[in-house]
């Protein structure tokens, strides 16, 4: 396990850069396959352990890996699935811990919430772009046909607090979890609004 102060969805791409000599050996172990898992830090650091962690996390798959200097290296890994912490085992090398598969609930998406979904986190992210146009992308994202892989993709496209990626992250109805991205958009887009209605001055020199 790699517990992180970030979450990771399915689908969802991210960079990781590893310093730690534990998870140096995590990478050793898994050079076979790839595979780790991650999960949110709820509470501490990174960085030496001693961390209190949350009981949902994701499957990563490693698609690149580049050393740097400093007996640093660079991964880049994309989620696979989510699962279940059922109990944390020794820390000793690095974090392990008792897992099962965490199967999302077997519904069909809702083709109009998921249309609504993919309006809201566009429309906020315009907004975001105009506050701060170098937290935006300026790359477009091709989003897949298939619905589920979709609506991972929004999830981690929504500019939103880490806790509220931990609760959409730990719905397991899909459509649950589209209603709660589009209250989400529309909670950050209400502030969104309120930001550039009464911008903050810049400091005086």
């Given at each position: 396990?790699f517990?992180?102060g970030?979450?990771v969805f399915p689908?969802?791409?991210v960079?990781l850069?590893v310093f730690e000599?534990?998870?140096k050996v995590?990478?050793?172990d898994i050079?076979?396959t790839?595979?780790?898992g991650?999960?949110?830090i ?22 690149g890996?580049q050393?740097l ?6 991964l880049r890994?994309?989620g ?11 820390d ?5 811990a008792?897992t ?6 077997d519904v ?5 919430l998921?249309e609504?979904a993919q309006?809201?986190?566009r429309?906020?992210?315009a ?17 897949a ?5 979709r609506?991972w993709?929004?999830?981690s496209?929504?500019p ?5 990626q ?7 109805d899909?459509?649950?979890r589209?209603?709660?991205l589009?209250?989400?958009?529309c909670?950050r ?14 400091p005086?020199?």
């Amino acid at each position: 396990m790699f517990p992180l102060g970030m979450v990771v969805f399915p689908h969802q791409t991210v960079a990781l850069c590893v310093f730690e000599d534990r998870y140096k050996v995590l990478l050793e172990d898994i050079k076979d396959t790839g595979v780790f898992g991650t999960c949110l830090i709820a509470r501490g650091s990174e960085v030496g352990g001693h961390d209190e962690r949350t009981a949902f996390g994701t499957i990563l798959r490693i698609s690149g890996l580049q050393p740097l200097g400093h007996e640093q290296i660079l991964l880049r890994a994309e989620g696979v699935s989510c699962f279940k912490i059922d109990q944390w085992l020794d820390d000793r090398p690095y974090p392990v811990a008792q897992t099962s598969e965490r199967c999302c609930d077997d519904v069909m998406i809702d083709p109009d919430l998921l249309e609504l979904a993919q309006t809201s986190v566009r429309a906020v992210r315009a907004l975001q772009s105009e506050l701060d146009p170098e937290s935006v992308l300026t790359t477009s994202c091709e989003m897949a046909q298939d619905p589920w892989e979709r609506s991972w993709q929004l999830c981690s496209m929504t500019p939103m607090a880490i806790l509220d990626q931990f609760k959409v992250l730990s719905l397991s109805d899909p459509n649950e979890r589209l209603r709660l991205l589009v209250e989400i958009c529309c909670e950050r887009y209400g502030d969104f609004q309120r930001m550039l209605a009464n911008p903050v001055p810049p400091p005086s020199l």
